[in-house]
């Protein structure tokens, strides 16, 4: 037997129940897992609590991410013992996720555990770390360079732009820091590595077609006006990573500054990544990472606190990385 959080459907109402199962609940795959530790990220929190239509199939167990040591394997890439990483492939949304002690999986699904993480590391990294780093390698891909000018992360309070903040100063960038609790988050994300703490409210005017020219690159996680705002600032010859649409899936902007300013706009997709992209991605991560990071920027719960987290994650009342202890 084991535990999971398990989400039901009562009158279009997301209901989460800790419940006991045993294995033959797990859904197909050819991978078993003992989960070590999981994590909350945003999307986890609007599955959890209903507010977001994450989920299609109940019964669900959530956790878009999880960190554990594989029990049996009926794929020669994966042996008993082997310490593996999961993060995407619509886990948690449409396969049972990581929220649970035990998960079976898809090979195809996992990437080593890298030398240097251990389980719970990994998850202090987890989806949002992992997508931060795709974000940051975007900007690396983009040529923009730490000479080029201060580079800006919006929602950096936040799982995405606090590893984000992290790796970018670790690689020498000038980063400015956009949060919605100057007071609350300013002190963390100096440690992190930001040169100065921006307040959110700055972004959430109207964006005019074309401002003045501020930034080099940028890490946006909020999109929407926010994402407008930070477009009609670029630098000439300057890229946007955009990976999070926490603030709105619209985009209300033009055309200018793509065609006039040169500026890219990279979409960031951590689902879907392919494998050598994920494992070349959690490798850097190893490397750029400092021990420091894993000392200030978590909160570890058990699994029955979850659903509390989950509201406040989506209430912008989490600050860093949440992770589960399974």
């Not at 999971?4 to 419940?19: D, M, S």
């Not at 999109?223 to 709105?248: E, H, I, P, R, T």
Request: proline content about 4%; hydrophobic content about 40%; charged content about 25%.
């Amino acid at each position: 037997m084991f535990k999971a959080l398990v989400l039901n459907q009562e009158e279009k109402k997301t209901i989460a129940t800790i419940e006991q199962l045993d294995d033959s609940h797990l859904p197909e795959g050819d991978v078993l897992i003992d989960v070590d530790y999981s994590s909350l990220n945003y999307k986890d929190g609007l599955a959890i609590t209903g507010k977001g239509k994450i989920i299609r199939n109940f019964p669900m167990v959530p956790g878009i991410d999880l960190a554990g040591t594989v029990v049996s394997s009926e794929d020669n890439r994966y042996q008993t013992g082997d310490k593996v990483v999961l993060t995407g492939w619509g886990v948690g949304e449409n396969h049972w996720g990581g929220m649970a002690q035990r998960a079976r999986l898809k090979a195809d699904w996992l990437v080593p555990l890298p030398t240097g993480f251990d389980s719970k590391k990994a998850m202090m990294v987890g989806t949002a770390g992992f997508t931060a780093m795709l974000c940051v390698q975007a900007l690396l891909d983009a040529d923009v360079k730490p000479e080029s000018g201060e580079i800006l992360v919006t929602g950096a309070s936040g799982g995405v732009g606090s590893v984000a903040v992290t790796l970018l100063a670790q690689l020498g960038y000038k980063v400015a820091a956009v949060t919605g609790r100057v007071e609350q988050n300013g002190p963390l994300l100096e440690k992190l590595g930001a040169s100065r703490i921006i307040d959110r409210t700055e972004f959430e005017e109207p964006a005019r077609p074309l401002e003045k020219q501020i930034w080099a690159g940028a890490v946006d996680t909020v999109g929407s006006k926010v994402l407008a705002k930070v477009l009609a600032q670029m630098d000439y010859n300057s890229a946007v990573a955009a990976c999070g649409l926490a603030g709105g899936f619209d985009l209300p902007t033009t055309v200018m500054p793509f065609i006039l300013r040169n500026v890219r706009l990279q979409g960031i997709d951590s689902v879907m990544c392919p494998t050598e992209k994920r494992i070349a991605a959690w490798e850097k991560l190893v490397e750029l990472l400092p021990e420091s990071f894993y000392q200030q920027a978590c909160t570890e719960v058990e699994l029955d606190e979850a659903p509390k987290y989950a509201d406040d994650i989506t209430n912008g009342q989490v600050t860093g990385r949440v992770v589960i202890k399974l």
